[in-house]
């Protein structure tokens, strides 16, 4: 049985695969014991979310693509120019039978998946389709090839990984503006809660957030995230070692967790919680859960931008190491938290207001539609449980008027006093029988008196 170390070496190249497409969005604490490493590895391994509506498709690929010894040996020796590029695709065409059925199983899932996501916004729009072209409708979604449906290609590897690629880029960027959606709709929010109050109540609650906003600038100085102060900190806060005996190489080796020479984007985030805590605490009522993790996105970005040369989304040992040479390791600019910027200018928020106000409008619109056509429904109930009424009722009168005639059947007449009258019983008269054809019906004369010769 393998170890969990054994398990995670085993697993080291399909991940570095996912790590290269994958943008990691969450932060893990660092600890130093041996045990709760391995358990955490295997948590993070296991929860690991690019946050793409095709991760599971994603995720299953890379896994059935591990269990091939060739396309093994070739994903350990690719380098991530060889992944951006496509080359490593082709490789495909060089796995085992039961490897490629399995991948021809897994895109008919995700097409058939794809499909009833397909029908469920038709159905939603009220789109009525008597014929739908599938394969024109899938090809809005990239990561596939739409035009085979049925077997998994070199093709559809390498659109696969492009398309992650491509979406993972702009994952962050979407990160920020929902962000920033975010912030509008808290101060749209707060203006629209004002004025509600009364000018004294409004000037009691205007100064309460105002202080509200001071407390919360009230904080520690936080380190430029990458420069050796902050570095420093985590090696003696964090690691519990000798600050003065600060090594780059052993802190980057300390740090990365799943030891596959290169620090990911959840590595870097994790380096960053101690800077956080200047700022952000989650019993404060001042504090924003939603703003922290905006700031730790803006440090990984800050991080990366610096160190990542090659634009890959790790950090090589070489590649952090080289950064520790540069002057802004030493001597970097201060780091401006949240707080000092506002995330939006007046005239973006005026122009989301007038969005949301046309959205209300709309919903109002089609409540006003729904309420009528709720208000139809229940007089045409009303009319039909009439009806049905109407239906039951004839129906009983019906069966009583037959119940009667069925009694009344069954009881001989009554006299003028209600006494029961019974009729005796008369012999009828014999039927004269008709005269057959070419008869008379006259009565028969009595013979005459013969006279009587002697």
Known sequence: MLTPHARRMNLKPGWLLLLFISAVVRSVPIDRSEANQEQKMEVQEENMDTGLYYDRYLREVIEVLETDPHFREKLQTANTEDIKNGRLSKELDLVSHHVRTRLDELKRQEVSRLRMLLKAKLDSTNTQSLQMDHASLLKQFEHLDPHNQNTFEAKDLELLISTATKDLENYDAERHEEFKR?????????????????????????????EMKEKHRQHPKVNAPGSVAQLREVWEETDGLDPQEFNPKTFFKLHDTNEDGLLDEQELEALFTKELEKVYDPKNEEDDMMEMEEERLRMREHVMKNVDTNKDRLVSLE??????????????????????????????????????????????????????????????????????????????????????????????????????????QTNKPEEVKAPAEGQNNLPAEPPQNLPIHT
């Not at 929010?189 to 004294?200: I, S």
């Not at 401006?336 to 207001?353: G, I, M, N, S, V």
């Open 319 to 424: 590649e952090f190491l080289k950064s520790t040479e540069k002057k802004e390791f030493n001597n970097p600019k201060d780091w401006e938290t949240l707080d000092a910027k506002p995330a939006y200018t007046e005239e973006e928020l005026q122009r989301f207001e007038a969005e949301l106000r046309d959205k209300e409008e709309e919903l109002k619109r089609k409540a006003e539609t729904l309420h009528q056509e709720q208000e139809l429904l229940r007089e045409r109930g009303k009319a039909l449980e009439a009806q049905k009424r109407e239906y039951q009722q004839a129906v009983l009168e019906m069966s009583q008027r037959q119940k009667e005639q069925q009694e009344a059947d069954r009881q001989p007449p009554a006299g003028p006093n209600g006494e029961l009258q019974f009729q005796p």
């Open 182 to 210: 975010y912030e509008m709709l808290k101060e749209h929010e707060r203006r629209e809660y004002l004025k509600g109050l009364d000018q004294e109540k409004r000037e009691r609650e205007e100064k309460r957030m105002q």
